[in-house]
Antibody
């Protein structure tokens, strides 16, 4: 069925990096993009960025530029999100969500989320 | 960044009654090129990811019950549940996709009275 399957929970120390994967199935990966959204313990939703499944286009929220990299692998229909220089403020559930490949669109399919805990 | 403000923060409504959640954006979400409002509504139940309910401010996503409706234009939007069911207990978020970075409202927690 149509779904996004994310990698498992991670525990990282401050200063480390984390990579979360998001594997798409049930639809043509290159016809859509993937946005990444995180949810803090206070339940706030924060959009991090978008990457096209079709080409190398991407759009990062300025808050994360410099320590966020989004990539995709069309052969396996998988998107990746790498966040570097982690602090305790990065403790959150990270979601991938499907978006129109042309960007500027709604998020119509979500992964179940990956909990990232940053703690010394 | 566009700031999205929802009201109220929490809401308790009796079963079968109407529930309304408001969302206000700091800038217009109406795009002049296509006359579309770049606004979505999501429902999130405990332990689950957000689920898209409404897009383009008023279009129900596939499979969403007809009791959910969205209205508004420009900077003021409303999500209405016409007859509250027990399964509608959740947190509801509005989101703008008009400009980067996309931003979400703070959420409205809907409970049964």
């Amino acid at each position: 069925q149509v779904q996004l399957v994310q990698s498992g929970a991670e525990v990282k120390k401050p200063g480390a990096s984390v990579t979360v994967s998001c594997k798409a199935s049930g639809y043509t990966f290159t016809n859509y993009g993937i946005s990444w959204v995180r949810q803090t313990p206070g339940q706030r939703l924060e959009w991090m960025g978008w990457i096209s499944g079709f080409n190398d286009n991407s759009d990062y929220a300025h808050k994360f530029r410099g320590r966020l990299t989004m990539t995709r692998e069309t052969s396996t229909s998988t998107a990746y999100m790498e966040l570097r220089s982690l602090t305790s403020d990065d403790t959150a559930v990270y979601y991938c969500a499907r978006e129109d490949r042309g960007h500027w669109s709604f998020l119509d399919l979500w992964g179940r989320g990956t909990l990232v805990t940053v703690s010394s | 960044d566009i700031v999205m403000t929802q009201s109220p923060d929490s809401l308790a409504v009796s079963l079968g009654e109407r529930a309304s959640i408001n969302c206000k954006s700091s800038q217009t979400l109406l795009h002049s090129s296509n006359s579309q409002n770049y606004l979505g509504w999501y429902q999130q139940k405990p332990g689950q990811p957000p689920k898209l309910l409404i897009y383009w401010a008023s279009t129900r996503d596939s499979g969403v019950p007809a009791r959910f409706s969205g209205s508004g234009s420009g900077t003021d939007f409303t999500l209405t549940i016409s007859s509250l069911q027990a399964e509608d207990v959740a947190i509801y978020y509005c989101q703008q996709y008009y400009s980067s970075p996309y931003t979400f409202g703070q959420g409205t927690k809907l409970e049964i009275k």
